[in-house]
């Protein structure tokens, strides 16, 4: 069962990306994303996580820029 798991946590980020996705299709954040932080509670996910996630859509083509100066935000472009 622990393999499950592990298995199961492995696979987080990329149903994150994908509900990220969406929600950036669904144009419900505009185009500025939340902060790391914020997405972290808003989708029960540590900001590694979100991390990952957000690499894996850059990966995809999704051009997203992360803004140091600003607290980890992130935009969309």
Known sequence: MVHHAANANACKHVWLADALKRDIL??????????????S?????????????VHGLEKEGVKIYSSKERGSVIFVA
């Not at 669904?26 to 997405?39: C, D, I, M, S």
């Not at 989708?43 to 991390?51: D, H, L, P, V």
């Open 26 to 39: 669904a144009e419900k954040f505009g185009q500025r994303l939340l902060g790391v932080h914020v997405l």
């Open 41 to 53: 509670e808003k989708y029960a996910a540590n900001f590694k996580t979100i991390n990952k996630a």
